[in-house]
DNA sequence: GCTTGACCTCAAGTTAAGTTGAGCTTGTAG
DNA sequence: CTACAAGCTCAACTTAACTTGAGGTCAAGC
């Protein structure tokens, strides 16, 4: 126990603030890796630490696991990631924030203004119809939205 | 055909963009509402055009239909909401909406510098532990955090 | 040596936000 | 007055992101 190099999934758990199952479920999408000990169960280099860390911080803007996972996946499967790998990731995220933050400033700004004044009529509203698509793409099921 | 002040579920659905089941299913949920014909079928009146709008809206920035419930509940019933009515519900999300850029902000200005840093540490990190929870609650099963 | 707490796997349940489909009724244009 | 589009209801399916549970293994303390 004297630390090791090494983690089990509890202490990933603990340490990065997410459920063992939920551990579980991000190997099985191929988020983080782990090998496993003679007798079957996880071990993890501590990079996973970092990994998790990430994933969480992602998600919580909005992004989807789906995306995180294609992400982390352009890191280097074989070494450990260096400062500079994650750097490009970072980078490329940067630029998603700031499209969100300028979609929100731009609601934010047009909301009070726009809200009582009755032109919340689907092509004139400004709020409404900017041509730029949100994309918070919630959970549920959104396919068709109307095709005429 | 020549503009009643009743709406179908199909205009409605064609004027706000959302699908027909869409409607049924906001208003099984309390979000709009509609009285019916003798033969059953829905009318509208029009403010349920900018009900629908705000649902939209507020659905993009990331508020769970819930809280748009909630908030349209908090609505006048009985009379068609004033601006007035209008003007307090969209000062709420204001709010909101400057809580989660500042969380965006926060997030994008903190990841570059953060990410390569080796500071995630759960307890270290200042990206991942503000005492401020970010609350984009997303959809699945978020009960259970790891509770000790 | 046994008990107790971590682990493991796999299947099934959960929530949100709708969609899809079946089977049946309305309403309107020709 | 008869098609046929548009409505209606209700149940079941979908996706994302996990959790819960059952049934079985591993490991460390007493």
Not at 87 to 93: E, I, M, V
Request: glycine share 10%; aromatic share 4%; net charge positive.
């Amino acid at each position: 126990m004297t630390a090791a190099t090494e983690l089990t999934v509890g202490q990933v758990a603990t340490r990065s603030g997410v459920a063992v199952s939920a551990l579980h479920f991000y190997e099985a999408r191929g988020l983080i890796r782990s090998h496993r000990t003679s007798g079957n169960q996880r071990r993890y280099g501590r990079d996973v630490l970092r990994r998790v860390a990430i994933i969480k911080v992602a998600q919580e803007v909005g992004i989807s696991l789906a995306e995180i996972g294609t992400a982390l996946r352009s890191l280097p499967e074989g070494r450990t990631p260096t400062r500079e790998d994650w750097n490009l990731l970072s980078t490329t995220w940067r630029d998603e924030l700031d499209q969100k933050i300028s979609q929100l400033k731009k609601l934010r700004d047009g909301l009070t203004d726009c809200i009582g004044c009755g032109c919340m009529s689907i092509d004139k509203c400004p709020l409404r119809n900017k041509g730029d698509r949100l994309s918070i793409r919630g959970p549920g099921a959104r396919r068709l939205l109307i095709e005429r």
